[in-house]
């Protein structure tokens, strides 16, 4: 099995800044694309970036130039710098990884349990 566990979400004012860790840990061979989801209330969930393991990125239109995703391929660790928040970047963020378990498993997709990201004055 695999766990993912999301890390660094809080309250932030606009104009602030956060950094979001998800570290995956359990059963793993190799894991190839990471990324990072939202979800709004009342809105579905939407990808915000994600990054392959060769360290190829892409990014929401809504935060190119302010978010920056990248990841520690030793730590099985993705990461999510989010600069100039702004309120309407308040959402659940969720980790997202494409694993393979075993040499012999399929890719499977994993999520992490969601951390809050609220940016208010």
């Known amino acids: 099995q695999v766990q993912l566990v999301e890390s660094g979400g809080g309250l932030v004012q606009p104009g602030g800044s956060l950094r979001l860790s998800c570290a995956a840990s359990g059963s793993i061979f190799s894991i190839s694309t990471m990324g990072w989801y939202r979800q709004a209330p009342g809105k579905q969930r939407e990808l915000v970036a994600y990054?392959?393991?060769?360290?190829?990125?892409n990014y929401a239109d809504s935060v190119k130039g302010r978010f920056t995703i990248s990841r520690d391929n030793a730590k099985n660790t993705v990461y999510l710098q989010m600069n100039s928040l702004k309120p309407e970047d308040t959402a659940v963020y969720y980790c997202n990884a494409a694993v393979k378990a075993f040499v012999s498993s399929p890719w499977a997709n994993y999520w992490g349990q969601g951390t809050q990201v609220t940016v208010s004055s």
């Open positions: 990054i392959t393991k060769d360290g190829s990125t």
